[in-house]
């Protein structure tokens, strides 16, 4: 059968750009300095215009992921960040939505071209055994790739995760987890009680930072340890729209649901009050992540924020999929999105 002046046309295109779709690459071009790429900025809750939580720190060419949600490696293509520049994975904790794309996250840094070493799961005590498990799912899923594309291609060295512990810190203190070439990753612990241990990161190199909550209620902790950052990255909720589908669930005879979204308000901050943290801690400019619940509204998100700009002084943004935080060593902040400018 003939196909039609369309569907030729349309190859004639793909065939045309297909280069620059592949070779696209969004981290060679960028400035010398810290840049903060939002992965997954939503929830467990679905969200069409959200990804469970992930953030991307590029350093020069390297890529350093703070958990890996589920759609993290779909994503982190979309954006043009090829997977086989992470160096390493940090976990703030073991809650689902953060660690649910670990497992296609690694199997996309293990086939890409860049890839010669194993890739490193660093978190607090209990990464072995998320990182274990996910071996032990992926493990016959490699040896097929293995025998089907060959040893040279998919090397069945590289196909497991390594995990590394480090401590949690006592309270009002930071480890120093990752030192690379510059750069310095270090953990403070946070509040998200019941759930522990849970960590969040502080970023430094060549004069500039960003601090990564984690999940947290409001947290002097957090606080000391993002102490004149350039950027904080902090999570919140909105305990007035929560409690409205909580409600709405639990007239609607969905009890359970009712009752776990009722649960939720007590271990996330909300927006003012992450606006209050990056106020105490003199933070130079403040993105919010890990919206819950979802707003499908545009208009919704002034009910989000709450006021939360008149707590704070510096420019606050609430964080979106494919935004980028750049900032170079020679000072500034920039502001992008790598999904919309395609």
Same mark, same amino acid.
């Given at each position: 059968m003939?196909?039609?002046?369309?569907?030729?046309?349309?190859?004639?295109?793909?065939?045309?750009?297909?280069?620059?779709?592949?070779?696209?690459?969004?981290?060679?071009?960028?400035?010398?300095?810290?840049?903060?790429?939002?992965?997954?900025?939503?929830?467990?809750?679905?969200?069409e215009?959200?990804?469970?939580?992930?953030?991307?720190?590029?350093?020069?060419?390297?890529?350093?992921?703070?958990?890996?949600?589920?759609?993290?490696?779909?994503?982190?293509?979309?954006?043009?960040?090829?997977?086989?520049?992470?160096?390493?994975?940090?976990?703030?904790?073991?809650?689902?939505d953060?660690?649910?794309g670990?497992?296609?996250?690694?199997?996309?840094?293990?086939?890409?071209?860049?890839?010669?070493?194993?890739?490193?799961?660093?978190?607090?005590?209990?990464?072995?055994?998320?990182?274990?498990?996910?071996?032990?799912?992926?493990?016959?899923?490699?040896?097929?790739?293995?025998?089907?594309?060959?040893?040279?291609?998919?090397?069945?060295?590289?196909a497991?995760?390594?995990?590394?512990?480090?401590?949690?810190?006592?309270?009002?203190?930071t480890?120093l987890?990752?030192?690379?070439?510059?750069?310095?990753?270090?953990?403070?612990?946070?509040?998200?009680?019941?759930?522990?241990?849970?960590?969040?990161?502080?970023?430094?190199?060549?004069?500039?930072?960003?601090v990564?909550?984690a999940? @947290?209620? #409001?947290?002097?902790?957090?606080?000391? %340890? $993002?102490?004149?950052?350039?950027?904080?990255?902090?999570? !919140? /909720?909105? *305990?007035?729209?929560?409690?409205?589908?909580?409600?709405?669930?639990?007239?609607?005879?969905?009890?359970?649901?009712?009752?776990i979204?009722?649960?939720? @308000?007590? #271990?996330?901050?909300?927006?003012?009050? %992450? $606006?209050?943290?990056?106020?105490?801690?003199?933070?130079? !400019? /403040?993105? *919010?992540?890990?919206?819950?619940?979802?707003?499908p509204?545009?208009?919704?998100?002034?009910v989000?924020?709450?006021?939360?700009?008149n707590?704070?002084?510096?420019?606050?943004?609430?964080?979106?999929?494919?935004?980028?935080?750049?900032?170079?060593?020679?000072?500034?902040?920039?502001?992008?999105?790598?999904?919309?400018?395609?």
């Amino acid at each position: 059968m003939a196909r039609s002046l369309r569907s030729r046309i349309a190859l004639s295109i793909i065939r045309r750009k297909l280069p620059s779709i592949i070779g696209a690459d969004a981290v060679a071009g960028l400035e010398d300095g810290l840049h903060v790429a939002i992965v997954g900025s939503g929830s467990p809750l679905p969200d069409e215009s959200r990804g469970n939580p992930c953030v991307a720190v590029i350093v020069g060419e390297r890529v350093y992921v703070v958990d890996a949600g589920e759609g993290s490696s779909e994503t982190l293509n979309r954006m043009n960040i090829d997977a086989g520049r992470i160096e390493t994975v940090l976990l703030t904790h073991f809650h689902s939505d953060h660690i649910g794309g670990l497992g296609s996250v690694n199997l996309q840094r293990w086939v890409s071209d860049r890839t010669d070493s194993p890739l490193r799961v660093l978190g607090p005590p209990g990464v072995d055994r998320v990182v274990d498990g996910y071996n032990e799912a992926y493990a016959l899923d490699a040896t097929y790739r293995t025998a089907h594309h060959g040893a040279e291609y998919v090397d069945p060295a590289n196909a497991a995760m390594i995990a590394e512990s480090f401590p949690v810190p006592p309270d009002g203190e930071t480890n120093l987890v990752l030192e690379d070439d510059g750069l310095r990753i270090t953990a403070f612990e946070v509040d998200h009680a019941p759930v522990a241990p849970v960590v969040g990161f502080r970023f430094e190199y060549r004069g500039r930072s960003v601090v990564i909550s984690a999940d @947290t209620v #409001y947290s002097d902790n957090l606080v000391k %340890a $993002a102490r004149d950052t350039d950027l904080l990255i902090h999570d !919140a /909720l909105s *305990i007035e729209l929560l409690m409205m589908v909580s409600e709405t669930s639990t007239e609607l005879g969905f009890e359970a649901r009712g009752k776990i979204l009722a649960d939720v @308000t007590d #271990y996330h901050a909300t927006a003012p009050q %992450a $606006a209050d943290a990056a106020q105490r801690a003199g933070a130079k !400019a /403040l993105a *919010i992540t890990h919206i819950v619940p979802p707003l499908p509204l545009k208009a919704l998100e002034e009910v989000f924020l709450d006021g939360a700009p008149n707590h704070y002084d510096g420019p606050l943004w609430l964080a979106a999929d494919g935004d980028l935080y750049s900032l170079p060593t020679t000072g500034g902040l920039k502001v992008s999105n790598l999904i919309r400018r395609r």
